[in-house]
């Protein structure tokens, strides 16, 4: 089993819709989260932490989810421009928060 | 200035030949990192260098071979590659030891090797 998975997508939206997709991970100790954007062809920037309490960013709300292990990335009102790959990250102590990468979802928003 | 840079930005080259990809980083962090991505994969930890010693090498074939002459820069040379070394090269940078410790990534290098 994979130790962090992403339904590798492509989600085909609306523009103005909302869509959400989740990440499993395996290592029940990974204690940090993040969600990232990749836009095609440029490098990973952080989009947001995902802490435990859930969290907003604007449109972007992240949850976690420790019993079923996963966590998730809503976005509102989907904007051409969130057209993207975004990928999963999970860290924990045990590794030294080394970060463990999903192979991202592809997310194209349609006009 | 950007915090983490990355040259060549693209680089072809033979099998035969030796080249080198260079990174540095102005945020101060103290690890800084090899990934490689190939299409439709997950980024690949190649190297891992905190505070200049190398503390991961996940089982990456001598033909990569880092360097990480000083915290701000890191070097991967590269010598007689084969055709499935094609991917980007990804350089990052991060405070490493501390939780929720972002990756800053330098905007890589697209490599073919022919």
């Known amino acids: 089993r994979k130790e962090v998975e992403q339904d590798p997508g492509p989600f085909n939206v609306p523009e103005g819709a909302t869509v959400a997709f989740n990440c499993t991970y395996s290592?029940?100790?990974?204690?940090?989260f993040f969600w990232y954007r990749q836009d095609c062809r440029k490098e990973p920037k952080l989009l947001m932490s995902?802490?435990?309490?859930?969290n907003e960013d604007g449109r972007f709300t992240a949850q976690l989810n420790r019993a079923s292990q996963y966590i998730s990335l809503l976005i509102r009102d989907s904007k051409l421009s969130d057209s993207a790959t975004y990928l999963c990250v999970v860290t924990s102590y045990y590794s030294n928060y080394q970060l463990i990468w999903g192979a991202g979802t592809k997310l194209i928003i349609k006009p | 200035e950007t915090g983490v840079t990355q040259t060549p930005r693209h680089l072809v080259m033979g099998m035969t030949n030796k080249k080198s990809l260079k990174c540095e980083q102005h945020l101060g962090h103290n690890a800084m990192y090899w990934y490689k991505q190939s299409a439709k994969k997950p980024l690949e930890l190649m190297f891992v260098?905190?505070?200049?010693?190398?503390?991961e090498n996940n089982s990456v074939p001598s033909r990569f071979s880092p360097e990480c002459p000083n915290s701000s820069h890191l070097f991967l040379h590269l010598h007689t590659l084969q055709p499935e070394d094609s991917a980007l090269y990804l350089c990052a940078s991060s405070q490493e030891g501390a939780a929720g410790n972002e990756a800053f990534f330098g905007q890589g290098t697209r490599l073919t090797v022919v």
């Open positions: 260098y905190n505070f200049k010693e190398q503390t």
């Open positions: 995902v802490y435990s309490s859930g």
């Open positions: 290592n029940s100790a990974s204690q940090s």
